[in-house]
């Protein structure tokens, strides 16, 4: 186990298929968390704004309120110590990490020393340039694959930012058309979504496919403790999940965990650079660091026993996904036989429940995506995502 010592040196500086393809990110409308947590920041009246709540001695959860969606913008975590800050995970865009910085500001002027990438995809680290900029010397951590992943996947999937435009144009005729992504007509809550969506849309990745994010200047390949004071950080690779390099941080005195995308609410999605298999052991061993307050990667605070009971949900669905697709490669069933008649009744009655917009999002990401990332990786001479 490594440990990383904080440097005490810092100035006080003050188209809808292209995103499918750049990240699997998801989110949740800002409900409110768990009744023991307090909110100290209203929502800001715009779009893409978000709540800052207190959930221990200096650790803030910052979640964002736009509702669940096909684009959305990812959640952070303030760790304020008595000399330093760590942050965990910089948003999708330059402007929106600003906005998440200077709510931090609001509550200490002491430096960001270090800045924690729960992995490599562009919703959590285009923003880390924000952080560089306006820390001198700031270490950037992440998982030891991660660099590798941003300099292939993450530059391949970025030329689609210059297909925004159709991806934007798309969303808002569903609204303006009334029209569910899946067929049929539009409920509040997708129209809301969609809106939404094409909103952020327009600066993701700063718009540009030429956008290389700050890749981690410190790299964890199991686990790296970091030292505040009396607290204990400690940053763990638990196995791939939504990625090959999914880290999370974990506070075992508070017993607060910041899950990155390893658990998403209300709907996981398991994209094209997921391992469904492997990533229903992993969601095992998450729930084994017994944490009381869970801070998904995107979607509302969850107390320790909401985050089991979803998590649980997901380890079963993800098994029921990689166990039927293992069985119907046996029959010697194609990939689009296979994903029509997969059986995902269980996981869709607990995870979808009567949402149109969650049918949506599971259609795609699980029903979907999830079934063909399973299927491409046992028979990889189908080719993958």
Avoid at 78 to 83: E, L, S
Avoid at 163 to 178: E, H, M, Y
Avoid at 354 to 359: F, G, T
């Amino acid at each position: 186990m490594r440990k990383l010592p904080l440097p005490r040196n810092h100035a006080n500086p003050l188209v809808v298929v292209l995103l499918f393809l750049l990240v699997a990110a998801c989110g949740h409308r800002g409900r409110t968390g768990p009744s023991h947590l307090s909110s100290i920041t209203a929502p800001p009246a715009t779009d893409s704004g978000f709540t800052v709540r207190r959930v221990a001695d200096g650790v803030f959860a910052v979640t964002r309120n736009e509702p669940l969606g096909l684009i959305n913008e990812s959640n952070s975590l303030f760790i304020i110590g008595d000399t330093d800050v760590v942050v965990v995970d910089a948003q999708s865009s330059s402007a929106r990490t600003r906005e998440t910085l200077a709510a931090l500001r609001r509550l200490t002027n002491k430096p960001v020393t270090t800045l924690i990438n729960t992995h490599w995809h562009d919703d959590h680290v285009v923003g880390n340039e924000v952080y560089a900029d306006s820390f001198p010397g700031l270490a950037i951590v992440g998982h030891e694959t991660s660099a590798a992943d941003m300099a292939t996947m993450g530059v391949e999937f970025r030329k689609g930012v210059d297909s925004r435009a159709g991806t934007i144009g798309f969303l808002r005729d569903l609204v303006a058309k009334k029209q569910s992504f899946l067929g049929g007509s539009i409920d509040a809550e997708e129209a809301r979504s969609h809106q939404l969506s094409a909103w952020l849309t327009e600066d993701y990745s700063n718009a540009s496919s030429k956008f290389l994010p700050l890749t981690p200047t410190v790299t964890v390949k199991d686990e790296l403790e970091i030292r505040q004071g009396r607290r204990v950080i400690r940053v763990l690779f638990l196995g791939k999940g939504h990625s090959r390099g999914d880290i999370v941080v974990f506070l075992p005195a508070e017993r607060i965990l910041a899950a990155g995308d390893l658990l998403m609410w209300p709907i996981q999605f398991v994209g094209s650079t997921s391992f469904p298999a492997e990533f229903a052991v992993t969601q095992d061993r998450l729930r084994a660091l017994g944490a009381h307050v869970v801070l998904p990667g995107h979607g509302k605070l969850l107390s320790g026993a909401e985050a089991n009971t979803h998590s649980n949900r997901v380890s079963r669905m993800l098994r029921s996904v990689s166990d039927q697709t293992g069985r119907a490669i046996a029959e010697g069933w194609s990939l689009e036989e296979t994903r029509k008649k997969i059986d995902l009744s269980e996981a869709r009655r607990e995870l979808v429940g009567a949402s149109r917009l969650r049918e949506v999002l599971f259609s795609y990401y699980v029903a979907g995506s999830a079934v063909t990332r399973a299927y491409q990786l046992a028979r990889p001479d189908t080719g993958r995502l």
